[in-house]
């Protein structure tokens, strides 16, 4: 896995806006035998990394220390979906962890094609390994799925180094009609009482 840099400014007491607006990302750093230390990234800087995919292993360096880290949690803005703020996990390159892999599907246009629909039902698979190992996404090809068929957890083909976490028989894809697609779809919630009538009082007891 390749490593990538990142330099840190140690935050004391700064606003997170004003940090933003100086076109940094408002962060904290902590795990493996470090106490939780506010800093703040260059923003240009950490999209760039980013785009290698979220479980990428960062060389974050400042003036008083230097750590081995992984992106834990990334905040965005609720309208805008811009960062807002990141927790970066320091590691040991030599001690196992538990990670989140997102699920790469391929082939749902062959099942389109047959007529049927990919309903996901996982995004994303819980591991354990060293840091080194860990995926940047885990393939999921459901090109060989009917209508009917689905894929679990521990049917996905994982490297020897990383242990499943998520319950095996935990599906991940199915594949179902287009009608009963859309019934599912449609269902409400839960049932609510039509505008304007009152709900029925259970009696006291």
Known sequence: MTEFKLEAVARNGGKPNYVRREGRIPAVVYG????????????????????HGANVLIKLTSSSNEDTVMVKDIQRDPVRGNIIHVDFLAVALDEVLTARVPLHIVGDEVVSAAGGIVQHQLRELEVE????????????????????????????????VVKLLTPADEVVVTVVAPRLAE????????????????????PPK
């Open 32 to 51: 493996h035998r470090r106490e939780s230390q506010p800093i703040s990234v260059d923003a240009l800087g950490f999209g760039q990394v980013l785009e």
């Open 183 to 202: 019934v599912e779809e449609a269902a409400p919630a839960a049932e609510e009482p039509a505008e304007g009538a009152v709900a029925p009082v259970e």
């Open 129 to 160: 390994c060293l840091p080194m190992d860990v995926p940047g996404h885990i393939t999921v090809d459901v090109s060989t799925l009917h209508v009917g068929d689905h894929i679990s957890a521990g049917s996905l083909k994982l490297p020897a």
